[in-house]
């Protein structure tokens, strides 16, 4: 909206020239100053010469607007509508062709060359006017009125004359202000050349003789080149001020030739304006162009002389970027011929990546801009590249002309940028290294300090001393350095100190173990002018290393010795037991489900169990016995001096009484226990590792006979641990051979006496055809951790095959899976659930998962959310060997179980022995009231089914009603092609 309004504020003034110029053409033809009716053909010329300036730019308004004005006047001067609108389209014509052929884009050049007056005269004197006096001519003819040829000759004449008066005086006043102001002297001359030429006008336009009116020209052509155009203007308007004058005065040579007024003013003008138009713009420009060709000819012999003995490239280039000069530099730093290069492109020597740049300073030289300068990439003739750094700018004398300089800085920016390279390391190393660096002066002065030297003088004991060996003193084998720091050393040898391991004393009153040097800064002369001093901390290092020495031989977490240091000094105890004849006991000592409580209660309490652990055990043992931790849950305690087999015992039972004793972690209270195996030497072995490796031994037996004992090594013990070892190897194959198999064992719905569910039971068949229980193998794999990859594999396995009978007999029959604690535990159980789901296809509601008692025991937030999970995903849970385990049924009630698993272990003796039976009543009542259901495990016998019946279990399970088997005799077993005793009782 802004550019449309500027546009059209910039057409007001041209409109309104135009409009005053018809005006006064008006008022003349009124007052019969003028009487020839096509009197507004200035405005014409006036509507030329204002495009003629701007350009284009608003061509098509300011035309139709000037035609429009001369339409109207047309009117005003009595023409017809026809007339006055033929009038308007042939001077829009006459406007449009000299327009089209004489503007550019941008301003005018005509009127100021030979060539530009030439195509001006053409043009805008002859052609326009020729072609719009055509059209009147044509318009006249077909109306049928008197004298058409001699109008439409007038009316050409009138319009050549106009052009050749209207435009190059517009257009002198549309220059006003950008023509330069000539001297003093050549204005009196100027002055006197137009005196002349008043009074040669007088003198021929006095006499009636014709040709007499050419004694006008010597003094015009004199005034046109003392002066400028303006003067050649002021000097034409005094002619034509004269010879209108006389004219209407009756006198000089055009009244007496004319025979009637108009033919008077039509000579007069056309003298008058023929002079103007023609000979004057001429020899002005004629004339200005000999002085600037005279000016252009000696600058361009100095600056050429510049040019050939400057070191730099010095290019004239034209407005097109192509060279017009070329210095002779250009062989020494590019490697052209100065010759070869006339007439070629910058363009062309530019590297592809400065062709921006180039762009950009080129366009700024050619709008005139200061001085720019730029960086270019440049090719040499033998491949390689220059960085020249190119500036320039336009001649004034030649608006189309550019002088660039180029000069070679190659050298100049390969070293700014090695400096810059080097001091940006240099600096980005003082700034990041841990050693603090500083400079000094020759009087011991602080000059610099990077940010570690910083922080060590705001913290200096002195920070008000002159030198720095006042601010930081060192202190050395307990002396301070005074005249020996090496700040004060290095300045009076000249030559480096150090390092030297010294003691930096703060404000604090603490003092730091630093590694100190010093190097002199020496002069061109070789004088000492200063030096750099480097204090590096090694505190840190020598604190470290200490430590590191006694994490080598002590446990991180509890301080007792380690590994290395219990070998050490049982290999040390066992030569002194060989000497003196006495024995030596080894305790291995492992913490009962100690994994248990570290996954519940997290890693930081369990640390914290072990370290009062560790304190126990320390506090049971004498002087010379030795406590030690191997790792995890597990310490060894060596008793070096024993009589007999039976100190080693009253030893270990101490020690287990001892940890029995309720530890307090946090707001917890836990009650511990303890698996003890003892090794004795000689008995058990006379080396070091021998010895543990037979305790070890006999810890794991005491595990697998209850727990919370202790145990000494047999030779029987070893035999069985090498069997539980080959045991798990072979299971580790079978994992791979895909030995595993599962079996399926129906439960049966005591209201319905159906199959409702059934328990997948995991079977081992070894490649001898010999088929394994899970009593064998599964504590092996839960405490080699391949329950986990056997784990995945059972639920996997048999929720497809739960997925797949829902098409037979077994529709609607679900499968229950036992879950090991290993496997409960990981983060990614309820995922793992959810993707075995959603592999198999099998609805949630027809899985249930057998979780045990312990599982439960201490009930942490992730477990309370991981059943949370289940039973919002639809999953069943149910308690396996429910009323065996050691927790509360306070979780009954917290979590969302869905079933109660009596244990085989109350079913077996339920018959005979009262009290089990009162205990599976009061599971039975407790389930009841709780919304459970119950299933009893182990049914054998009749009198077991009914007497469960008679006690209100829901469902059961054994081997009355039928054997662990396969999907198809499970199948079978359902729809009651294999009835066993039990089925035809429950359904007789």
Not at 602 to 608: A, F, K, W
Not at 959 to 986: D, I
Request: with cysteine; aromatic share 6%.
């Amino acid at each position: 909206m802004n550019t449309i309004r500027r546009q059209i504020q910039s057409l007001l003034w041209p409109l309104a020239a135009i409009a005053a110029v018809t005006l006064m053409a008006l008022w003349l033809r009124q007052h019969e100053v003028i009487t020839s009716s096509p009197a507004v053909w200035l405005a014409d010329g006036v509507c030329l010469a204002i495009l003629m300036y701007r350009g284009r730019s608003g061509a098509a308004a300011l035309v139709t607007g000037a035609c429009c004005t001369i339409w109207l006047a047309g009117l005003a001067m009595g023409l017809s509508l026809g007339d006055s609108l033929v009038q308007a389209l042939s001077d829009a014509l006459e406007i449009g062709v000299a327009l089209w052929a004489l503007s550019k884009k941008d301003h005018a050049t005509h009127l100021e060359t030979p060539y530009g007056t030439k195509r001006f005269i053409i043009w805008a004197l002859l052609v326009a006017p020729l072609l719009s006096s055509l059209v009147v001519l044509s318009w006249l003819v077909l109306i049928g009125q008197a004298h058409p040829w001699g109008t439409g000759g007038l009316r050409f004449v009138s319009h050549a004359l106009g052009n050749a008066l209207a435009v190059p005086c517009t257009m002198e006043v549309l220059r006003w202000r950008g023509a330069p102001a000539l001297s003093r002297r050549r204005t009196r001359r100027c002055m006197q050349a137009l005196v002349g030429l008043i009074a040669a006008s007088a003198v021929a336009f006095a006499q009636p003789m014709l040709p007499v009116l050419f004694i006008i020209f010597p003094p015009l052509m004199l005034l046109a080149m003392t002066g400028n155009r303006r003067w050649v203007l002021a000097g034409m308007v005094a002619v034509a001020a004269v010879g209108a004058a006389m004219t209407l005065a009756g006198l000089g040579p055009i009244h007496h030739q004319a025979h009637f007024p108009t033919w008077n003013a039509l000579l007069l003008q056309l003298f008058i304006l023929s002079c103007m138009a023609v000979v004057l713009p001429l020899t002005a420009s004629m004339e200005q162009r000999r002085k600037l060709s005279r000016t252009l000819r000696g600058s361009e012999a100095r600056y050429r002389m510049l040019a050939e003995h400057s070191h730099d490239i010095v290019l004239l280039l034209d407005a097109d970027g192509y060279c017009k000069y070329v210095s002779p530099a250009i062989q020494d730093m590019l490697g052209y011929p100065a010759g070869k290069m006339f007439e070629s492109s910058l363009q062309s020597l530019v590297d592809d990546d400065s062709q921006a740049t180039a762009r950009d300073l080129w366009m700024q030289l050619l709008q005139g801009q200061p001085p720019a300068t730029a960086l270019l990439r440049m090719r040499h003739a033998n491949g390689t590249y220059r960085i020249m750094e190119a500036t320039g700018g336009l001649i004034d004398e030649e608006p189309d002309r550019v002088v660039l300089t180029l000069r070679d800085v190659t050298a100049r920016i390969a070293a700014e940028e090695a400096l810059r390279q080097e001091r940006l390391m240099t600096d980005v190393t003082l700034q990041a290294i841990g050693d603090a660096v500083f400079t000094l002066d020759r009087h011991g002065k602080l000059e610099f300090a990077n940010p570690a030297g910083k922080a060590l003088l705001d913290r200096s004991v002195a920070p008000d001393e002159a030198t720095l060996e006042q601010q930081l003193p060192l202190w050395r084998e307990g002396r301070q350095m005074t005249d020996l720091h090496p700040a004060c050393m290095v300045r009076k040898t000249g030559m480096p100190e150090g390092p030297y391991l010294c003691a930096l004393e703060l404000k604090d009153g603490t003092r730091h173990s630093i590694e100190c040097s010093a190097t002199p800064i020496h002069s061109s002369a070789g004088k000492v002018i200063g030096a750099v001093l480097v204090f590096r901390d090694v505190s840190a290092v020598l604190e470290l290393s200490e430590r590191m020495a006694h994490l080598a031989h002590f446990d991180a977490l509890t301080g007792l010795p380690n590994r290395a240091l219990l070998l050490e000094r049982l290999d040390i105890a066992l030569a002194r037991a060989k000497q003196t004849a006495h024995h030596l006991a080894v305790l291995f000592i492992d913490l009962d489900r100690f994994k248990q409580i570290n996954d519940t209660l997290g890693h930081g309490p369990g640390d914290e169990l072990l370290q009062q652990v560790a304190d126990r055990l320390q506090s049971v043992v004498k002087s010379g016995d030795t406590v030690a931790r191997l790792g995890g849950d597990e310490f060894v305690v060596l008793l070096p001096e024993l009589s007999g087999k039976a100190d080693a015992a009253v030893a270990a039972s101490k020690a287990l009484e001892l940890l029995s004793q309720p530890i307090r972690i946090g707001r917890r209270e836990l009650q511990l226990s303890a698996s003890i195996g003892v090794s004795l030497f000689p008995d058990d072995g006379d080396d070091a590792d021998l010895l543990i490796r037979h305790a070890d031994i006999a810890m794991y037996a005491a595990k697998r006979q209850g727990r919370n004992d202790h145990r000494f090594y047999t030779a029987a013990m070893e035999a069985s641990a090498q069997k539980e070892f080959d045991l798990e190897n072979a299971l580790r194959f079978a994992v791979m051979r895909s030995e595993l198999f599962l079996a399926f064992q129906p439960r049966v719905d005591m209201s319905s006496r159906k199959i409702i569910s059934t328990e997948a039971l995991m079977r081992w068949r070894r490649p001898d055809g010999e088929v394994c229980l899970p009593d064998e193998f599964i504590p092996i794999a839960e405490a080699s951790g391949l329950i986990l990859a056997m784990g995945s594999w059972a639920l996997k396995e048999a929720c497809r095959a739960c997925k797949a009978w829902q098409n037979g007999p077994l529709q609607g029959v679900s499968v229950s899976v036992n879950i090991s604690q290993v496997q409960f535990v990981r983060d990614n159980f309820l995922g793992f659930v959810m993707e075995s789901l959603r592999e198999t296809g099998l609805p949630p509601h027809l899985l249930e998962l057998e979780l045990t008692e312990s599982m439960l025991m201490e009930p942490s937030e992730a477990i309370q959310q991981r059943i949370a999970g289940l039973s919002a995903l639809g999953v069943k849970l149910s308690i396996d060997d429910f009323g065996t385990g050691f927790s509360s049924l306070a979780y009954l009630r917290r979590f969302a179980i869905d079933t109660l698993k009596i244990d085989r272990s109350f079913v077996m003796h339920m018959t005979e022995d009262p009290e089990d039976a009162s205990v599976i009543h009061a599971i039975i009542a407790l389930a009841i009231s709780l919304g459970k259901r119950v299933v009893a495990e182990g049914v054998e016998t009749m009198q077991q089914a009914s007497q469960l019946a008679a006690l209100g279990c829901h469902e059961m399970q054994g081997h009355w009603l039928g054997r662990p088997g396969s999907v198809e005799q499970l199948a079978m077993l359902a729809a009651g092609k294999t009835k066993t005793a039990s089925f035809r009782s429950m359904r007789g």
